[in-house]
C-alpha cells in the first residue's frame, strides 16, 4: 500500500509539473515578436531624434538601399546626425500593414513596412535584423 501512495504521489507530480508548463508556463518569444518589440523601440529611439540610441540597433556591418543609392552606417550615421544638427527633427513615426517573414531555421527574417508619411513613392523597406 505504501509503493501505491508513492506511486500516485508521482504520477500527480509529474502531471501538475506537466499541466503548469503548459498553461503557466512563460516561454520565450517567438522570432517574428523579437522583430517587432525591436521594430517598436528603435522606431521609438527614431522618433524622439535620440541618435546615439537609434544607431545603436544597427549592425556595424549595416546597408542600405535608398532611392539615392546605397550607404553603409558611418555615411548613414554622417549624413542624418547632419540633418538633425541643423535642427530638423522627426515629428511622428506611423508604421501600418508590418509583416515579418521568418526563414526556416528561425535565424533570418525580412520585415515589410508601408511608411504612410513618406514623400517620395517608395513605401516599402526590407531590412535584414542580424541576430535573430
Known amino acids: 500500500?505504501?509503493?501505491k501512495r508513492i506511486i500516485a504521489?508521482?504520477?500527480?507530480?509529474?502531471?501538475a509539473t506537466f499541466f503548469i508548463s503548459?498553461?503557466?508556463g512563460s516561454s520565450a518569444p517567438s522570432?517574428?515578436?523579437?522583430?517587432?518589440?525591436?521594430e517598436q523601440r528603435a522606431n521609438a529611439a527614431y522618433e524622439a531624434n535620440d541618435l546615439?540610441?537609434?544607431f545603436s540597433f544597427y549592425a556595424d556591418d549595416?546597408?542600405?538601399?535608398l532611392p539615392e543609392g546605397r550607404t553603409d552606417l558611418p555615411a548613414y550615421k554622417k549624413e542624418w546626425s547632419e540633418y538633425i544638427g541643423e535642427g530638423n527633427r522627426v515629428e511622428k513615426v506611423g508604421l501600418s500593414d508590418m509583416h515579418v517573414q521568418v526563414g526556416p531555421?528561425?535565424?533570418?527574417?525580412?520585415?515589410?513596412?508601408s511608411c504612410p508619411d513618406q514623400a517620395e513613392g517608395r513605401k516599402d523597406h526590407q531590412r535584414r535584423q542580424p541576430g535573430i
Do not use: W
Request: charged share 25%.
Open 105 to 113: 531555421s528561425g535565424r533570418r527574417c525580412q520585415l515589410h513596412d
Open 22 to 24: 503548459i498553461r503557466g
Open 62 to 65: 549595416f546597408t542600405q538601399y
Open 1 to 3: 500500500m505504501n509503493y
Open 52 to 54: 546615439p540610441k537609434y
Open 9 to 15: 504521489g508521482c504520477v500527480l507530480f509529474v502531471a
Open 31 to 38: 522570432p517574428e515578436q523579437e522583430v517587432r518589440d525591436l
